[in-house]
């Protein structure tokens, strides 16, 4: 039956896929179609989407600036946003039992701040696999983003320690050696090298020694391999880890897609309910949008993250069947859940393909709360003096500046938008900025240069090439474009836009034919 599911699986995520959709919506409906028709859950489904879910937390942790959790815009505004968020549930579900009360829905008014409770978080799940496709994961509100999620899950983690009370044991202290457990990793990672090992090295760190043990304790196991993986955020090979697992961990999450869809059959009523959540979802982004403007943060940044994180969490399925087991809620209440899950998932990837388009054409309705910093006015001024850019300031990139800076006497800025990739960059004398390049402020204000000559895309998401060119087309840059692929079809899609590409592959083997020759000639006598 399982193999059966993964047929369901593969037809809708390419139908999603053909739609301009990302595939995961396709798997949402692969599972309520499967249920729909009648057939078996199978059984390993839910362990493949818990697999799914400790590997990607685990990668998460990978690339987690711990440092980043102590500031107040994280964690105050995790708890206020929670509770305005809940509060404003708690008023809508009273006046939805009052005004229109429906049969096998009826709540108690403890049930009804439960159920609030557990519409005021978003999905980690679904944002980091959004914020990953988009290439986005270590931008400003990228990082914010996962910031106020990491503290939602560890008030998760609270809620359900204390309503299943199951508490930490004694052997939770154990947890203090954890700056000693560091050292042993960091030499384990050294040790393991490349290739499988190191594949099935991550895969242990994350399940043995990060959600099992975690999960004997008495705590949570999957922030459990959070914790493992932020653990070894600084290590050298950490980048490569988290590459290792990235086709292993993206195969289990579509269970973890599948199973939502698996969860139950909604009637009319249960359809209306959802519906109603759904529609509910901007008042709930707007939340989000007031707690990140008390932070002061600017207008573009606040936007993306509120808009990221507009969507339901699979921790209220998980609040919903802890409920309805305890017989606090009724059964009804989980496909609820599971339909406005869904629904919600589908609204936010198709909203989030288009945030940079609606955030410009909205954007002057907010600008009471652009609170753009002196430094970003000053980095924009500084920009207008660059002959070359260098967008995507990774191996590649910093290997295409250090080659222009040796040869040209130009003014050379490279971009990038993970602001500690900058601040390493800058150590070694290179000057790079923290920015955006789907940022269409960006690309607005440099369209005022009169020296820009050349524009080098050397980020590794084609996706994000594609769009920074796209828009660079757009504003009419007469700037020289040149951006790096990895197959024909890049290069097709870059020649579309009249973009000149590299491609990686070919030219490494041009590269290494010429270096191999260079070297024969040498010992010739």
């Given at each position: 039956m399982i193999l059966t599911l993964l047929g369901f699986a593969f037809a809708f995520g390419l139908l999603a896929s053909r739609l301009g959709l990302p595939p995961m919506v396709g798997f949402l409906a692969a599972g309520f179609a499967f249920n729909h028709l009648g057939l078996e859950k199978p059984p390993e489904i839910n362990f493949i989407a818990d697999l799914g879910i400790t590997?990607?937390?685990?990668t998460i942790g990978l690339k987690l600036n711990l440092r980043s959790l102590a500031a107040p815009r994280i964690w105050a505004g995790a708890m206020v946003q929670m509770v305005f968020t809940a509060g404003f549930f708690t008023v809508v579900l009273l006046l939805g039992q009052k005004l229109n009360p429906i049969e096998g829905l009826e709540l108690t008014g403890f049930a009804t701040g439960l159920i609030a409770f557990g519409l005021a978080f978003s999905s980690t799940v679904f944002v980091v696999k959004l914020l990953e496709d988009r290439g986005d994961i270590g931008?400003?509100?990228?990082?914010?983003?996962?910031?106020?999620?990491?503290?939602?899950?560890?008030?998760?983690?609270?809620?359900?320690?204390?309503?299943?009370?199951?508490?930490?044991?004694?052997?939770?202290?154990?947890?203090?050696?954890?700056?000693?457990?560091r050292l042993f990793l960091n030499k384990l990672l050294n040790f393991v090298g490349h290739g499988e090992l190191l594949i099935l090295t991550g895969l242990a760190l994350a399940t043995v020694v990060g959600y099992s043990y975690f999960h004997a304790i008495g705590i949570k196991g999957d922030l459990g391999a959070l914790v493992l993986g932020a653990l070894l955020a600084n290590h050298p090979k950490s980048s490569e880890l988290a590459q290792s697992l990235y086709g292993l961990k993206e195969i289990m999450l579509v269970g973890f897609f599948l199973s939502i869809g698996l969860q139950g059959l909604p009637n009319g009523d249960?359809?209306?309910?959802?519906?109603?959540?759904?529609l509910l979802l901007p008042?709930?982004?707007?939340?989000?949008?007031?707690?990140?403007?008390?932070?002061?943060?600017?207008?573009?940044?606040?936007?993306?993250?509120?808009?990221?994180?507009?969507?339901f969490s699979e921790f209220g399925l998980?609040?919903?069947?802890?409920?309805?087991?305890?017989?606090?809620?009724?059964?009804?209440?989980?496909?609820?859940?599971?339909?406005?899950?869904?629904?919600?998932?589908?609204?936010?990837?198709?909203?989030?393909?288009?945030?940079?388009?609606?955030?410009?054409?909205?954007?002057?309705?907010?600008?009471?709360?652009?609170?753009?910093?002196?430094?970003?006015?000053?980095?924009?001024?500084?920009?207008?003096?660059?002959?070359i850019l260098v967008v995507g300031m990774g191996r590649v990139g910093a290997g295409a500046y250090d080659a222009l800076t040796t040869t040209f006497s130009h003014q050379i800025i490279g971009l990038d938008h993970n602001p500690s990739r900058v601040n390493e960059h800058e150590e070694f004398g290179r000057r790079v900025m923290v920015a955006d390049?789907?940022?269409?402020?960006?690309?607005?204000?440099?369209?005022?240069?009169?020296?820009?000559?050349?524009?080098?895309?050397?980020?590794?998401?084609?996706?994000?090439?594609?769009?920074?060119?796209?828009?660079?087309?757009?504003?009419?840059?007469?700037?020289?474009?040149?951006?790096?692929?990895?197959?024909?079809?890049?290069?097709?899609?870059?020649a579309a836009l009249g973009v000149t590409?590299?491609?990686?592959?070919?030219?490494?083997?041009l590269g290494l034919a010429r270096h191999a020759l260079t070297e024969l000639q040498l010992r010739e006598p």
């Open positions: 590997l990607l937390l685990f931008t400003l509100y990228g990082q914010l983003a996962i910031g106020l999620l990491i503290m939602q899950d560890l008030v998760a983690v609270v809620y359900l320690a204390f309503s299943e009370a199951q508490y930490p044991t004694l052997w939770a202290l154990s947890l203090l050696a954890l700056p000693f457990v249960i359809t209306l309910v959802a519906l109603v959540l759904c008042l709930k982004t707007a939340i989000y949008f007031g707690v990140f403007a008390l932070s002061r943060l600017p207008l573009r940044i606040n936007a993306l993250a509120s808009l990221s994180l507009s969507n998980i609040l919903c069947a802890l409920a309805a087991r305890q017989g606090i809620i009724p059964v009804d209440w989980l496909i609820v859940f599971a339909l406005a899950l869904s629904l919600s998932f589908v609204l936010s990837a198709v909203t989030n393909a288009k945030s940079e388009a609606l955030y410009q054409r909205f954007k002057f309705l907010a600008r009471r709360f652009d609170f753009e910093s002196k430094a970003l006015k000053d980095q924009r001024k500084t920009l207008l003096e660059a002959d390049a789907s940022d269409t402020d960006l690309w607005a204000n440099l369209r005022k240069s009169k020296r820009l000559q050349m524009i080098i895309l050397a980020m590794p998401n084609h996706h994000n090439n594609i769009a920074a060119a796209e828009q660079l087309r757009a504003l009419h840059f007469e700037s020289l474009l040149v951006a790096v692929a990895k197959f024909p079809e890049e290069v097709e899609e870059l590409s590299f491609n990686m592959y070919s030219e490494a083997g």
